[in-house]
């Protein structure tokens, strides 16, 4: 999923192969095409694909597809009444822990795939049901209401301003000395959270995910690469690749499995062309940044 976000981004450098895109669309083209086959009430991959592939359309042709289309239909159609879904809970965080970061995912793909004018009926009675979800159930770290935030951007009904100040002054005060943010320090105060390895979170340790991430909502709500927090963490991440391309990213879970590097990567190359240091940012839209 996050290659497929951020990979076009490096399109100018080196052209994807596309067999990661086409991997998604054969999800919906060929292996959940049969009834028998399709994916049940509540089955978080939906999300994933429709994620994926919608981030894709507007990294590269500006409009959704066809199958993002029909990816979009199929998430509507897993999801539950109460308007979540049944996200993977593996403990590693802060993607596969909890139905809420789901709820979130499934909001921000839905606000950037749908205008005012493209939401039919049962678009709007999934986004309706989300809405309704994310009021009902509180998020439980900085890194859920980072999230939140990021999908109030668009979806009106999540937060109201005041609250969106709230979590924007919460992401501004979290950046560490050096620039950059901390994934681990995004979870810290979520009490159901425990380490895999069962070892203390190091808060002061900045990282890519985290880095990225707060570059990309920060760039949503107006704030521009001459602003300070931006450089700052701008000359972070120019700082702290590594030489084989990557950033590595420590896993907020457990020592041992690293694979959290790769969606660290991905959302380093999403912040870096968030500012204008890699082409094609899709996500313009003119609004007052907050102070």
């Known amino acids: 999923m996050a290659f497929l ?16 895109r086409e991997f998604f669309e054969q999800y919906i083209q060929q292996r959940w095409a049969s009834d028998s086959k399709k994916p049940k009430q509540g089955d978080y991959r939906t999300i994933i694909v429709a994620t994926g592939l919608v981030f894709n359309d507007l990294q590269t042709n500006g409009k959704l597809s066809t199958v993002s289309h029909q990816s979009l239909r199929l998430m509507w159609e897993t999801q539950r009444d109460d308007g979540g879904w049944d996200w993977a809970k593996c403990g590693w965080a802060p993607m596969e822990i909890d139905d809420h970061y789901g709820v979130t995912l499934a909001a921000l793909t839905s606000s950037l795939a749908y205008t005012s ?13 989300i809405i309704t979800y994310l009021k009902a159930t509180p998020a439980p770290s900085p890194h859920h209401r980072i999230m939140l935030l990021w999908a109030s ?4 009904g999540i937060l109201t301003k005041d609250q969106q100040e709230t979590i924007m002054q919460e992401l501004s005060s979290s950046q ?31 990282d890519a995910y985290a880095t990225g991430l707060s570059l990309v909502v920060l760039r949503e709500f107006g704030h521009s690469s001459d602003s300070p927090i931006v450089a700052k963490a701008l000359k972070w991440l120019n700082h702290h690749q590594d030489s084989d391309g990557k950033w590595y990213t420590p896993s907020p879970s457990k020592d041992s499995k690293q694979y959290f590097t790769n969606i660290g990567t991905a959302f380093a190359v999403m912040g870096l062309q968030a500012h204008g240091e890699l082409p094609g940012w899709p996500l313009v ?3 007052p940044k907050f102070d």
């Not at 004018?117 to 049901?129: A, V």
């Not at 951007?153 to 009106?156: A, D, M, P, S, W």
């Open 285 to 287: 839209r003119a609004e």
């Open 153 to 156: 951007r668009r979806l009106e």
């Open 5 to 20: 976000i951020a990979r076009p981004a490096l399109e100018t450098i080196t052209e994807s192969s596309g067999e990661v």
């Open 117 to 129: 004018n493209t939401k039919d009926e049962d678009t709007q009675s999934g986004i309706d049901k």
């Open 176 to 206: 560490l000395p050096d620039g950059g943010w901390s994934t681990a320090k995004l979870l810290a105060d979520w009490s159901d959270f425990k380490r895999k390895d069962n070892t203390p979170p190091i808060l002061n340790q900045s």
